[in-house]
């Protein structure tokens, strides 16, 4: 009698909802065995009997042939009695138990589902819910694990026998596609408008939605995450009402494009950019801007890039158009369904409610959104990609960690706020949340924190927050932790954390580690921003920054450029003459009130700032006085700098000849004495004044300036080196997300010896701190409640040295 082994094999990792399952049954049965699959919570489970050399293969190449959407982090089995039988079944699923499995991210519309979409012969001709095993919705409509169509808000649409037949069949497609529907059983799309919103009397709702659009109307729609707001791009009225009505000033608009070719005269578009744009992700990309003005320059104003995406659901391609549909939008301003700092919508009642002021139209359908989750946004640096926020399509894969941890919630920041749960060798985060000012966004983090423990079956024991003591993510933290310790971490540490974790860093060597952005509360209670820190993590070292400035006004001074500008020419001791671009644009009453904050210290907070001096020079350049949204002053310099003229240099630049860069003054203590390194901008502010009044091109100001900053980092890490013996280098904080200066630092670093870590998968900003917070938490070896005080200090964070 021929000898019979039967496995028990488990297979973690992205597993669930991407066809694992049927490949397991497929494969199996190919192989002639018995046995059966099972989703559990933690993975998939098969038991596979049959002939030696049937089970050895089939386990032996289980991971190496997986379904393209699988992730598979490991893949365990073992030897069980044999339990006889014949045939090969996917049985129910298990319940019960920690969850241990991953939950897939949602996946764009597949080419096999688009061709289905568009042919007139098939029976999910133009249903806006076309999905498949390998695309649709995962992660925003999973209520719970295992992953089954019952955990899904999938679970309200009983299946027709047609597509119950699909979903039994193996050779099918749609073997097991927990979100599998069609026409005859599936969600339905419904075209609301008027005051107060009714049922729109057009039979197919995506023809009226097209026909408001074309209208110059601006539409609610609803899509995997959340709603977006919508309105054609080519007219002028349409896109200038929207900006009104949502409250946007200048800040750049997202487009959505039918194909590339609509949108290659208006962008540079790379083979890594158009990898993403047409990827299963689908996220904003930012792409470099042409020289064409219409529409770039009212979607994106003053600004070097354009966000573009493709559609990434079957509703997107029916807004824009299949082939053979009357002409319509080819190109759709699509920006989140929400107010300025407000949480994007999910809810249909709250959409038509919260909504109402902004939309005149809502394109809305019955299946729940039970996550919400915005679009991701991405640019490409150097050849690389470069998050700058991960939501759609990468929420909720987790991170690999260099290093285990214990179980840990880390709450992150309170601008672009993500949070972050970690346990073992994984970190999971969560999708963008938002900016923590707003109530709302509060109420959203709070669900959205016990949605991922939910599917991660990660209970925190251990609670990480920055040390600002106005965060509200902090003070969320400490109401929330109980008896459990709460480690607080500095802003700047934890930035370098993340984009040490990031790269796979275990924390042996230290780092140097150049954090740049706008604020993060500082150990002396100043604002830092542009901090060198010798880091690992366990703690830092200030090695060098910037020199303090006095802030007035403290946001007054974010919002108006031109008083940062004012605020360091005084500290400078340079005058506020009135030829200078920034005191023109001050009114007279207010700069009384300027110099006299200034002069008696009065609501005034020391800075080290980068980000406030780039927001200065583009004052003092004349480029932007004003900022309407965050970051727009430094972005609009790096769009001048982008346009630099050409200039006789060296070609160390950010941009090919800007000629040499401006000089900040070091002070550098002698290394017996201590004390961190400080990088003065007064010299910087006297060589921008000097060349305002030679009337020299603002843009050649701001290139110069680009120049100015990247060869300061290149020489405060060559100190740092001699003195240290360190050769690695972190950059990190928002102002990396500028690729002109990212792109310099890092070249001239390379040519130094120096090896560079820049953020890829994390996000420079405050959407990557999370991240970072919990792996200092995790080396800061917490155990014990710190019940006076609610909160636990990482060590060695106050060592000043050069």
Same mark, same amino acid.
């Given at each position: 009698?021929?000898?019979?082994?039967?496995?028990?094999?488990?297979?973690?990792? &992205?597993?669930?909802?991407?066809?694992?399952?049927?490949?397991?049954?497929?494969?199996?049965?190919?192989?002639? $065995?018995?046995?059966?699959?099972?989703?559990?919570?933690?993975?998939?489970?098969?038991?596979?009997?049959?002939?030696?050399?049937?089970?050895?293969?089939?386990?032996?190449?289980?991971?190496?042939?997986?379904?393209?959407?699988?992730?598979?982090?490991?893949?365990?089995?073992?030897?069980?009695?044999?339990?006889?039988?014949?045939?090969?079944?996917?049985?129910?699923?298990?319940?019960?138990?920690?969850?241990?499995?991953?939950?897939?991210?949602?996946?764009?519309?597949?080419?096999?589902?688009?061709?289905?979409?568009?042919?007139?012969?098939?029976?999910?001709?133009?249903?806006?819910?076309?999905?498949?095993?390998?695309?649709? #919705?995962?992660?925003?409509?999973?209520?719970?694990? #295992?992953?089954?169509?019952? @955990?899904?808000?999938?679970?309200?649409?009983?299946?027709? *026998?047609?597509?119950?037949?699909?979903?039994?069949?193996?050779?099918?497609?749609?073997?097991?596609?927990?979100?599998?529907?069609?026409?005859?059983?599936?969600?339905? $799309?419904?075209?609301?408008?008027?005051?107060?919103?009714?049922?729109?009397? /057009?039979?197919?709702?995506?023809?009226?939605?097209?026909?408001?659009?074309?209208?110059?109307?601006?539409?609610?729609?609803?899509?995997?995450?959340?709603?977006?707001?919508?309105?054609?791009?080519?007219?002028?009225?349409?896109?200038?009402?929207?900006?009104?009505?949502?409250?946007?000033?200048?800040?750049?608009?997202?487009?959505?494009?039918?194909?590339?070719?609509?949108?290659?005269? $208006? &962008?540079?578009?790379?083979?890594?950019?158009?990898?993403?744009?047409?990827?299963?992700?689908?996220?904003?990309?930012?792409?470099?801007?042409?020289?064409?003005?219409?529409?770039?320059?009212?979607?994106?104003?003053?600004? *070097?890039?354009?966000? &573009?995406?493709?559609?990434?659901?079957?509703?997107?391609?029916?807004?824009?158009?299949?082939?053979?549909? #009357?002409?319509? #939008?080819?190109?759709?301003?699509?920006?989140?369904?929400?107010?300025?700092?407000?949480?994007? &919508?999910?809810?249909?009642?709250?959409?038509?409610?919260?909504?109402?002021?902004?939309?005149?139209?809502?394109?809305?359908?019955?299946?729940?959104?039970?996550?919400?989750?915005?679009?991701?946004?991405?640019?490409?640096?150097?050849?690389?990609?470069?998050?700058?926020?991960?939501?759609?399509?990468?929420?909720?894969?987790?991170? *690999?960690?260099?290093?285990?941890?214990?179980?840990?919630?880390?709450?992150?920041?309170?601008?672009?706020?993500?949070?972050?749960?970690?346990?073992?060798?994984?970190?999971?985060?969560?999708? @963008?949340?938002?900016?923590?000012?707003?109530?709302?966004?509060?109420?959203?983090?709070?669900?959205?924190?016990?949605?991922?423990?939910?599917?991660?079956?990660?209970?925190?024991?251990?609670?990480?927050?920055?040390?600002?003591?106005?965060?509200?993510?902090?003070?969320?933290?400490?109401?929330?932790?109980?008896?459990?310790?709460?480690?607080?971490?500095?802003?700047?540490?934890?930035?370098?954390?993340?984009?040490?974790?990031?790269?796979?860093?275990?924390?042996?060597?230290?780092?140097?580690?150049?954090?740049?952005?706008?604020?993060?509360?500082?150990?002396?209670?100043?604002?830092?921003?542009?901090?060198?820190?010798?880091?690992?993590?366990?703690?830092?070292?200030?090695?060098?920054?910037?020199?303090?400035?006095?802030?007035?006004?403290?946001?007054?001074?974010?919002?108006?450029?031109?008083?940062?500008?004012?605020?360091?020419?005084?500290?400078?001791?340079?005058?506020?003459?009135?030829?200078?671009?920034?005191?023109?644009?001050?009114?007279?009453?207010?700069?009384?009130?300027?110099?006299?904050?200034?002069?008696?210290?009065?609501?005034?907070?020391?800075?080290?700032?980068?980000?406030?001096?780039?927001?200065?020079?583009?004052?003092?350049?004349?480029?932007?006085?004003?900022?309407?949204?965050?970051?727009?002053?430094?972005?609009?310099?790096?769009?001048?700098?982008?346009?630099?003229?050409?200039?006789?240099?060296?070609?160390?630049? *950010?941009?090919?000849?800007?000629?040499?860069?401006?000089?900040?003054?070091?002070?550098?203590?002698?290394?017996?004495?201590?004390?961190?390194?400080?990088?003065?901008?007064?010299?910087?502010?006297?060589?921008?004044?000097?060349?305002?009044?030679?009337?020299?091109?603002?843009?050649?100001?701001?290139?110069?300036?680009?120049?100015?900053?990247?060869?300061?980092?290149?020489?405060?890490?060559?100190?740092?080196?001699?003195?240290?013996?360190? /050769?690695?280098?972190?950059?990190?904080?928002?102002?990396?997300?500028?690729?002109?200066?990212?792109?310099?630092?890092?070249?001239?670093?390379?040519?130094?010896?120096?090896?560079?870590?820049?953020?890829?998968?994390?996000?420079?900003?405050?959407?990557?701190?999370?991240?970072?917070?919990?792996?200092?938490?995790?080396?800061?070896?917490?155990?014990?409640?710190?019940?006076?005080?609610?909160?636990?200090?990482?060590?060695?964070?106050?060592?000043?040295?050069?």
């Amino acid at each position: 009698m021929e000898a019979v082994q039967r496995r028990r094999v488990t297979v973690r990792g &992205v597993v669930q909802g991407v066809g694992f399952r049927p490949y397991v049954y497929t494969r199996a049965t190919g192989l002639g $065995l018995a046995g059966h699959v099972t989703n559990t919570p933690e993975g998939v489970v098969a038991e596979v009997e049959g002939a030696p050399a049937a089970v050895s293969e089939f386990c032996d190449r289980l991971a190496a042939d997986a379904p393209p959407l699988a992730v598979v982090d490991a893949v365990d089995h073992c030897e069980v009695p044999v339990a006889g039988g014949a045939g090969f079944t996917i049985v129910a699923s298990r319940t019960g138990g920690p969850a241990r499995t991953l939950v897939s991210p949602d996946v764009a519309t597949c080419a096999d589902c688009l061709a289905e979409l568009a042919d007139p012969a098939d029976r999910r001709h133009r249903h806006p819910f076309i999905t498949c095993t390998h695309c649709g #919705p995962r992660f925003t409509i999973v209520t719970g694990l #295992p992953y089954d169509r019952a @955990h899904t808000t999938m679970s309200r649409f009983p299946m027709c *026998p047609d597509c119950s037949r699909e979903y039994a069949d193996p050779a099918d497609r749609r073997f097991h596609a927990q979100p599998v529907a069609c026409p005859a059983c599936g969600p339905r $799309l419904r075209l609301l408008a008027g005051r107060p919103a009714r049922a729109s009397s /057009d039979a197919d709702p995506v023809a009226g939605a097209r026909r408001l659009l074309a209208a110059g109307a601006i539409l609610a729609v609803k899509g995997l995450g959340g709603y977006h707001l919508a309105c054609d791009a080519a007219q002028p009225g349409a896109v200038a009402e929207l900006r009104r009505r949502k409250a946007r000033g200048d800040k750049p608009f997202a487009l959505m494009a039918r194909n590339l070719s609509d949108v290659e005269h $208006l &962008v540079h578009i790379g083979p890594e950019e158009r990898s993403l744009l047409t990827g299963g992700v689908r996220p904003i990309v930012l792409l470099r801007r042409r020289a064409a003005a219409d529409p770039a320059d009212r979607i994106a104003p003053r600004c *070097p890039d354009l966000g &573009v995406m493709l559609p990434y659901t079957p509703v997107h391609h029916l807004l824009l158009g299949l082939p053979g549909d #009357p002409p319509g #939008p080819r190109l759709l301003v699509m920006t989140s369904g929400n107010l300025a700092g407000e949480p994007i &919508v999910t809810d249909d009642d709250e959409a038509l409610e919260r909504l109402a002021h902004l939309a005149d139209a809502w394109l809305v359908h019955d299946r729940p959104i039970h996550v919400p989750c915005d679009d991701s946004v991405v640019r490409v640096c150097d050849g690389e990609p470069l998050t700058v926020r991960r939501s759609r399509g990468y929420a909720p894969l987790p991170v *690999p960690l260099p290093l285990p941890v214990p179980a840990i919630l880390a709450v992150g920041g309170d601008l672009k706020n993500t949070f972050c749960l970690g346990e073992g060798r994984r970190a999971w985060l969560s999708a @963008h949340i938002g900016d923590m000012d707003d109530l709302a966004t509060q109420y959203a983090f709070e669900r959205a924190e016990r949605q991922l423990e939910s599917i991660t079956g990660v209970t925190p024991a251990l609670l990480a927050a920055d040390r600002h003591p106005g965060y509200r993510s902090g003070r969320w933290a400490r109401r929330n932790a109980g008896e459990r310790p709460l480690v607080r971490v500095q802003h700047h540490h934890a930035h370098i954390a993340s984009a040490m974790a990031e790269h796979g860093l275990d924390g042996g060597r230290r780092v140097i580690g150049v954090a740049f952005d706008g604020t993060g509360y500082g150990e002396d209670g100043a604002v830092w921003g542009g901090e060198l820190l010798l880091a690992d993590y366990a703690g830092f070292t200030r090695f060098a920054h910037l020199a303090y400035v006095p802030l007035p006004g403290g946001d007054a001074a974010v919002q108006r450029p031109y008083r940062t500008a004012l605020a360091h020419l005084r500290a400078a001791g340079l005058g506020w003459t009135p030829d200078l671009p920034c005191t023109a644009a001050c009114p007279p009453d207010e700069l009384g009130v300027l110099a006299t904050l200034l002069d008696r210290n009065l609501n005034c907070v020391p800075t080290s700032s980068m980000g406030r001096l780039f927001d200065a020079v583009s004052s003092l350049a004349g480029i932007c006085h004003r900022a309407g949204y965050e970051a727009q002053a430094a972005i609009e310099l790096e769009s001048a700098a982008l346009g630099a003229p050409a200039a006789p240099g060296p070609g160390s630049g *950010p941009h090919p000849g800007p000629g040499p860069g401006y000089a900040f003054a070091l002070r550098v203590p002698p290394a017996a004495v201590g004390g961190p390194v400080t990088a003065d901008p007064a010299p910087v502010l006297a060589a921008v004044v000097a060349d305002v009044r030679a009337g020299v091109d603002p843009a050649l100001i701001a290139a110069r300036f680009h120049t100015s900053v990247a060869e300061l980092v290149a020489a405060l890490c060559g100190i740092a080196r001699e003195r240290h013996g360190l /050769d690695t280098v972190a950059l990190t904080g928002g102002v990396f997300a500028n690729t002109l200066l990212s792109a310099a630092c890092a070249r001239l670093l390379r040519e130094r010896g120096f090896t560079v870590l820049r953020h890829r998968r994390v996000p420079p900003n405050d959407g990557g701190l999370a991240l970072g917070q919990l792996m200092v938490a995790a080396a800061a070896g917490v155990t014990e409640p710190h019940r006076q005080q609610g909160e636990a200090h990482v060590p060695g964070g106050t060592r000043q040295s050069a």
